[in-house]
């Protein structure tokens, strides 16, 4: 019975293990949907320019614009039946580099055998030329896929921009010219004879999706597929989140990621590190799961640093919110804290001791390595340390909220930081 | 071929040998026989002298100008010392576009005769390099192997319009100085003004002919005038076919009648001579079977006919003083003779003798052929058609002839070489320490030669072809699609009539005249500029194959397609030249082009698209543009575009807007009316949209911008959405109204607001906060801890839970980057400042419509 028992649990694991692993790959963005969700008009609209561009030969150009992880780059999925070369702007920051990453994707570079490729001149030449060659009726369509189309404006001249939008308006090789990018503004970008080239398209990513929507997607995405090896655990499993998605706390934590953002990112994030708790022992996702995930995700994240600070760390930063109060923000020196700091120990400190000058001083550079106070002017050593000018970097709330969950925090030490004036 | 060696280099001084051979008191010429040429550290002089061959130089140092020197000449003060010339042509010369018109690869050591009236044939004396070694290769002939590089071949005739077979009667050999007088007393007949009875009768005979070009050797070859009968039948029959090639026949002459009477009076030596001469040297030892047999055979048949047309035409009146109108009569003679069925025969015959030779040799490769047992069949058809009617072999011909012979040929040219080198040895050896001047200049242009992989000109990119065919257009709007996408090329440029007749007027009246100017073109974008341009280019060059107006050369530059101004240098010259270079090797070269006088060259006119961005600190590059077309011989014609209409005051430095000068055009951006007539005559009778429609469409953008893209693209757009909705709604299956203003809504309307509309509630809750900041601050920018404070009192007022710092400063920067908000870098935390993007009343009114 034992030896039943322990086949069992290691059948079991290895079921678990599978379902985590499956889960995971899709939360990590490894394997993406088939196509984006809350977005079919956009898409059939890209989809549809897309094929005349494969099938007519005609040139186009178009801009998706969208926020952050609104599924922008989900186009990449078709990049496959076009001769496609994509570049980032993130990653080609000159003209020079993002031709030949295109000559490189388009590989035209065995034409030149194994060559190295001659001045940029040469390979802006060289490009213009081989588009040049083709027509719209024999060529195979080029689909330039260029990822933060912003970045891209900002090269010198928009040499790249000008020359691949005037390659899509005039009678060469057909050209469909997408560009990716999330700023709004992004046409302002242009210079004026560059975008007269440009088409003017515009597919904008905007979720507009409900609460309710969210919350499907939340289930799809944890949901098993029917073709799991194991149908019995993958019914328990789907059960399960069928369940959890109906908990009020889950919900609620739920809600509050999705007032957040929309975006399917943050969301994956959060389910990642939830099912990431799933193990042999409990082999279905529970509430206590999500809310752990949420605590890990939402902290802020400089409450933490400021668990790790001693004692009397923590009293200078209470003595810098004091001078905030006190002058209305306005910049502080160490002399100036070290003085509220003196005058706390005279009068109301009972537990802490008197530190000598030095060793304040030594915990006051401590939080400048910390930067939770940082220097007004970029440190410029004319002024002796004591007297250069700072800023304390948090917000009130961050102060007390930490003074809170402080560990062991000396009373008198909380009532100093409650109390409205020094 | 080696490297010639400019004035710049060597210092040459140039003097006249023996004593004036002929005057002409009218235009106070002195004729010359031959000139000396000393180098500057050189003991030995080169000696030119007329009947020679020799270089000229040029724009291009490696590949100076030959030409045949016809003329010697100087004027009163004698200090100006004149050649008159007959040019050569090598393919480099040649147009590009009409290169390949030569069926095959030049031979890099081929030139070609150039026949072109318009060419200025008188050039000043001192530009004569020195001599160099031409050689007539017949048409059906291999270039001959293993002979110096120095030695030009020259095969074809170069018309500026084709490549035809050369008369080989066209080639004279150089005649030595020594050989006997006739090439001298040329100038004679021309400048003497009282008639020297001598001379006239020289005249006459030449006159003579020139009208039946081959009478010399009558008397020798009386006997064999019952051969001539037969064959002149056989002309006869032919000559129908060969009308076209013969006319150009005496057009040729006409040319060299005109410019070289030295050379009409050599002719007195008779074709016959003349082809003995040319067959002993071209096929030398290999033909020598019955050369002379068969010439006279050709030469025979004209005279009989031909000499009484002379006696006929009133041909003794003419004057010698009057040496231009005597040639052209004779021309007229020659033409008139055309008319006749017997004429053709000139020219017949001579192509008769070559292509007798032709067989030979084709007999002979047949032969190596059969050993090799390939290609027979080609050979022998174009035999077949060189019978018939075509006395240019096809190109298969020629090649595989060419392929075969050489090997036969070397042993027998050998020979020639060695005399050759005898010959030129001075100018050799100038050339030699020439090369070695040369070549400290040289060699940073060497280096970058293989550093720099010669991809642009030798590789031949190309996109992969596509596996299935492009689909046409289905319906109506796929196809009002296709012809409104702004690539089509419209077959006509609406609303630009009076634009385009400017540019046209313009580049045409340089054109003619043979000059340089500049034209400064400005425009908003998208008002037609480039495309007016290309369209009167397109026009030009129509009548320019017409041959209404001198060919020229079109080239195009584009300020944005070029990665530095420098670079126009490199491209101009590359388009030009075809060569490469290093952006300042590219300028000097360009620069010695366009100042040297070269007689030869085409105009060109360069197209310079975007000129703003070829300014640099200088300006020198725009500069040298604007520049080149003052210099006398440049016959440069820049047209350049740009979209500001005071660029020139804005951005030049005086001397650059001088040289501009002021004519310039300015493109309006288009009205109204104007975009729907674009559009209406593109769409050309497809009725894909409704009237109003248009009308909306082209109201609308005149009122933004004028710019003819936008009002295709939005057309273009609107097809689509017509397309979409068509299905569902079934209505006219016509663009309408609707679809144009969702179009128009699709591009022009701002995203902002369905931007804040579509963002999650805490980004809509930070906007509100950032207003509610501004409001309170009385101005438009806060820091981040003072908007983060309205931020969480919002929270709580709307019952959510409020977010910390982590969390508000992430809101925040989605914000930012979709750019709803500017911020700071992020690393000022709290203090990074916010400023909104967007009016307060555009997010205000955003976030009411929820």
Redesign the interface.
């Known amino acids: 019975q034992d030896r039943c028992g322990c086949v069992l649990m290691m059948l079991c694991d290895g079921v678990c293990v599978q379902a985590q692993k499956l889960l995971r790959e899709r939360l990590c963005h490894q394997k993406l949907p088939d196509q984006p969700v809350g977005l079919d008009s956009q898409y059939k609209h890209l989809l549809e320019l897309l094929r005349r561009t494969a099938v007519h030969g005609e040139s186009n150009s178009v801009l998706i614009v969208g926020p952050r992880g609104s599924g922008k780059t989900m186009v990449r999925i078709h990049e496959h039946h076009f001769n496609a070369a994509p570049v980032a702007g993130l990653l080609q920051t000159d003209d020079k580099i993002a031709l030949k990453e295109i000559t490189r994707q388009l590989h035209l570079e065995n034409v030149v055998g194994d060559k190295v490729f001659g001045s940029f001149a040469e390979n802006l030449a060289f490009l213009l030329e081989a588009l040049k060659k083709g027509d719209k009726s024999s060529s195979r369509p080029v689909l330039f896929v260029l990822d933060e189309f912003d970045l891209f404006a900002h090269h010198k001249n928009q040499t790249l921009l000008y020359n691949l939008l005037d390659v899509s308006q005039s009678a060469q090789t057909p050209v469909a010219v997408l560009g990716l990018t999330c700023r709004l503004d992004v046409l302002e970008l242009l210079e004026k004879r560059v975008k007269s080239r440009f088409s003017h398209r515009q597919i904008h990513l905007f979720s507009s999706l409900s609460f309710a929507q969210y919350l499907d997607v939340v289930r799809a995405q944890l949901s098993l597929p029917p073709d799991f090896p194991d149908p019995k655990f993958s019914d328990e499993w789907n059960h399960s989140v069928t369940k959890l998605c109906e908990d009020k706390t889950v919900e609620e934590i739920l809600r509050r990621n999705f007032n957040g953002s929309k975006d399917f990112r943050s969301l994956h994030s959060l389910l990642f590190l939830a099912v990431s708790r799933v193990s042999v022992s409990h082999s279905t996702l529970r509430e206590a799961d999500l809310i752990e995930a949420w605590r890990l995700i939402s902290v802020d994240s400089k409450a933490n640093v400021l668990h790790g600070l001693s004692i009397l760390e923590l009293c200078l930063i209470i003595a810098m919110k004091h001078l905030n109060d006190t002058y209305d923000g306005e910049p502080f020196n160490f002399q100036m804290v070290h003085n509220e700091f003196k005058k706390f120990i005279q009068r109301k400190s009972h537990s802490i001791h008197k530190f000598e000058k030095p060793v304040v001083m030594k915990a006051f550079e401590h939080l400048l390595q910390l930067e939770l106070v940082r220097p007004v002017d970029s440190g410029v050593c004319k002024v002796q340390r004591e007297y250069q000018l700072m800023r304390l970097m948090l917000e009130h709330g961050q102060v007390m909220e930490a003074l809170q969950k402080y560990p062991q925090c000396p009373t008198d030490v909380k009532q100093w930081a409650l109390s409205a004036f020094g | 071929m080696s490297r010639y060696i400019t004035r710049l280099r060597m210092r040459r001084t140039y003097k006249w040998n023996g004593r004036p051979v002929g005057e002409d008191r009218k235009l106070k010429r002195q004729y010359y026989e031959s000139m000396s040429i000393s180098v500057e550290g050189k003991t030995e002089d080169a000696t030119v002298s007329l009947g020679q061959y020799i270089l000229i130089e040029g724009d291009d140092d490696d590949n100076p100008f030959v030409a045949q020197l016809l003329k010697l000449y100087t004027d009163d003060s004698g200090k100006k010392k004149t050649a008159v010339l007959q040019w050569f042509v090598r393919m480099c010369e040649v147009p590009q576009n009409k290169r390949k018109l030569l069926g095959r690869d030049p031979h890099p050591q081929e030139i070609f005769f150039y026949q072109d009236r318009s060419c200025d044939n008188e050039v000043d004396g001192e530009t004569i390099l020195g001599a160099v070694q031409i050689e007539y290769v017949p048409v059906q002939d291999p270039f001959p192997v293993g002979k110096s590089r120095d030695i030009l071949f020259v095969k074809l005739l170069w018309d500026t319009k084709s490549f035809r077979a050369l008369d080989p009667e066209l080639m004279q050999p150089p005649q030595s100085p020594k050989s006997p007088p006739p090439s001298s007393r040329g100038p004679q007949t021309r400048a003497l003004p009282t008639p020297d009875p001598s001379v006239m009768k020289r005249a006459m005979s030449g006159i003579l002919t020139r009208g039946s070009m081959s009478t010399g050797k009558m008397s020798s070859s009386e006997a064999e005038s019952l051969h001539s009968a037969s064959k002149l039948s056989a002309a006869k029959a032919l000559s129908a076919k060969r009308r076209s090639q013969a006319v150009s026949g005496p057009q040729v002459r006409k040319k060299l009648d005109l410019c070289s009477p030295s050379k009409n009076m050599s002719r007195d030596d008779v074709l016959g001579e003349l082809l003995d001469e040319r067959s002993e040297k071209t096929l030398t030892s290999k033909l020598n079977t019955s050369p002379t047999g068969r010439i006279s055979i050709s030469i025979r048949l004209t005279p009989l006919n031909l000499n009484k047309e002379e006696c006929v035409s009133p041909l003794s009146s003419h004057s010698p003083d009057k040496p231009r109108m005597t040639a052209h009569d004779k021309d007229d003679a020659a033409r008139a003779e055309e008319e006749h069925e017997d004429s053709p025969i000139n020219t017949a015959a001579t192509s008769r003798s070559k292509r007798k030779s032709a067989q030979l040799v084709s007999s002979r490769i047949k032969k190596q052929l059969n050993l090799l047992g390939n290609k027979i069949d080609l050979q022998s058809d174009g035999e077949d058609g060189d019978d018939d009617d075509c006395f240019i072999p096809s190109k298969i011909d020629l090649q595989s002839s060419s392929d075969e012979e050489e090997e036969a040929k070397i042993d027998s040219e050998d020979e020639l070489i060695v005399k050759k080198h005898r010959g030129s040895g001075t100018s050799r050896s100038t050339e030699k320490t020439r090369v070695s001047a040369r070549t400290p200049r040289k060699t940073p242009s060497k280096k970058t030669a293989p550093?720099?992989?010669r991809?642009?000109r030798h590789?031949?990119?190309?996109?992969?072809?596509?596996?299935a065919?492009?689909?046409?257009?289905g319906n109506v709007l796929?196809e009002a699609?296709?012809r409104l996408?702004?690539?089509?090329?419209p077959e006509s440029l609406p609303c630009r009539e009076q634009e385009f007749q400017d540019i046209y007027n313009f580049v045409e009246s340089k054109v003619i005249d043979g000059t340089g100017g500049c034209m400064y073109i400005s425009g908003?974008?998208?008002t037609g500029k480039t495309a007016t341009v290309h369209e009167v280019i397109r026009s030009l060059q129509q009548s320019a194959e017409q041959d209404e107006i001198p060919h020229f050369r079109f080239i195009e530059i584009n300020g944005?397609?070029?990665?530095?101004p420098h670079?126009a240098y490199?491209?101009i010259l590359q388009k030009l030249t075809d060569q490469k270079a290093t952006p300042d090797h590219a300028a000097a070269l360009l620069e010695k082009r366009f100042s040297a006088p070269a007689p030869k060259k085409e105009t060109v006119v360069l197209l310079v698209d975007?000129l703003d961005?070829l300014w640099t600190r200088k300006q020198n590059v725009m500069y040298n543009l604007f520049d080149w077309p003052t210099r006398r011989n440049a016959r440069l014609v820049v047209l350049t575009i740009a979209?500001t209409m005071d660029l020139p005051e804005r951005i030049m430095i005086n001397r650059v807007a001088s040289r501009l000068g002021l004519t310039r055009m300015s493109f309006q951006p288009y009205t109204f009316k104007q975009l729907q007539q674009i559009i209406t005559s593109r769409l050309n009778r497809v009725k894909a949209f409704e009237e109003d429609a248009l009308q909306l469409v082209s109201r609308k953008v005149a009122a933004l911008s004028g710019?003819a893209?936008?009002c295709l693209?939005?057309c273009?757009?609107a097809t689509?959405i017509c397309e979409h909705s068509g299905s569902q709604k079934n209505s006219s299956g016509l663009v309408g109204m609707s679809h144009v203003m969702e179009a128009l809504d699709?591009?022009f309307s701002s995203?902002?607001i369905?931007?804040i509309?579509?963002?999650?509630?805490?980004?809509q809750l930070f906007l509100r906060a950032v207003i509610a900041e501004f409001r309170r601050l009385g101005l438009e920018e806060a820091t981040f801890?003072q908007v983060?404070v309205q931020h969480?009192a919002l929270c709580r007022v709307e019952g959510?839970?409020p977010?910390?710092?982590?969390?508000g400063l992430?809101?925040c920067q989605?914000l930012g980057?979709?750019?709803?908000l500017l911020l700071e870098g992020s690393r000022l935390?709290?203090?990074l400042r916010i400023r909104l993007?967007v009016s307060q009343d555009d997010v205000l009114y955003a976030l009411k419509a929820d």
């Open positions: 550093a720099t992989p991809t642009p590789a031949t990119p190309s996109i992969p072809s596509r596996t065919p492009a689909r046409k257009p796929e699609r296709a996408h702004v690539s089509s090329v908003v974008p998208g944005m397609k070029m990665t530095d670079q490199v491209q975007e961005l979209n710019d893209r936008r693209d939005i273009r757009r689509e699709e591009m995203s902002y369905s931007a509309r579509c963002a999650s509630v805490q980004e801890q983060f969480q959510l839970q977010a910390n710092v982590s969390e992430t809101v989605r980057s979709c750019r709803l935390d709290l203090f993007n």
